[in-house]
């Protein structure tokens, strides 16, 4: 069985009393770097869960060791000590192969620059993903054009980058994002480059595809962005400086305010 089979297959028990399981567990997480010949301690031992079907916004200023944690969650580096779980696997124990390999198939990026490819079409840029693991047929093509027009784009799928918005393309990287049926969205900073009204729209699409049962990890500065989470996990200094719930009366009210001043924003262009 392949590291992506084995995120498939949950143990029935997990679901006893309501409880769901984990897309991703991490108990005393540890990352350090030799910058010649000094080690910087990025992250101290860091721990928390993600369960399935949770939003959680990951906030910290600059040094408090957020990206260096969405790089271990990505897959694309291994930590020093303490473990990572996706699923009941653990990163650290993982090949670079086996890495390449869950960042293709189980984990879904959205970045705050979209990173598309210029020369694609939206129809193509959502397929890059499974292009990379050979899966481009008729049905995969048809999840692109269906994935299109979840997020607003059924009618552009043969536009490119430069023919769409700011937030067209945002919503191109989160369709992208979903074609592999990921574990859970991996988020960093989506909303950087959006105004207040596109903002909204994009706040809004994460609030549908996790009302959907979508698992949403984002990395954001912007206490509006994380006033829309479940979950809000700060970092100061490497290490866990705050894990709070979000209240839902105050989800809520945040997203009448936010939709509210980008209907403000909106009528005055």
Do not use: W
């Amino acid at each position: 069985m392949s590291v992506a089979d084995a995120y498939r297959s949950q143990d029935s028990s997990d679901n006893v009393a309501g409880t769901r399981p984990n897309a991703t567990s991490i108990r005393n997480l540890q990352k350090h770097y030799v910058l010649k010949s000094e080690t910087v301690k990025a992250l101290r031992g860091v721990s928390f869960d993600v369960p399935e079907g949770d939003y959680v916004a990951i906030m910290g200023p600059s040094g408090s060791g957020k990206s260096t944690l969405l790089n271990l969650l990505g897959c694309l580096d291994k930590p020093t000590s303490g473990s990572l779980l996706l699923g009941n696997d653990d990163i650290a124990m993982m090949t670079d192969d086996q890495l390449a390999e869950i960042r293709s198939e189980r984990i879904g990026f959205v970045f705050q620059s979209y990173n598309l490819i210029q020369q694609l079409t939206v129809v193509e840029n959502i397929q890059v993903p499974l292009f990379y693991q050979g899966k481009l047929g008729g049905k995969e093509y048809q999840r692109a054009v269906t994935l299109a027009s979840r997020v607003g784009l059924g009618d552009r799928l043969d536009h490119r980058p430069t023919q769409l918005s700011g937030g067209q393309q945002q919503r191109v990287a989160i369709a992208r994002s979903l074609v592999n049926d990921p574990y859970f969205v991996l988020a960093d900073e989506p909303t950087g480059n959006l105004d207040s009204v596109t903002t909204e729209e994009i706040l809004s699409l994460f609030d549908e595809l996790n009302a959907e049962g979508r698992t949403i990890i984002l990395v954001t500065h912007e206490d509006e962005v994380a006033e829309r989470a479940k979950r809000v996990v700060r970092l100061k200094d490497g290490l866990l400086h705050t894990d709070t719930l979000n209240d839902p009366a105050r989800r809520e009210a945040a997203k009448k305010r936010q939709a509210l001043h980008a209907a403000e924003i909106a009528a005055q262009e």
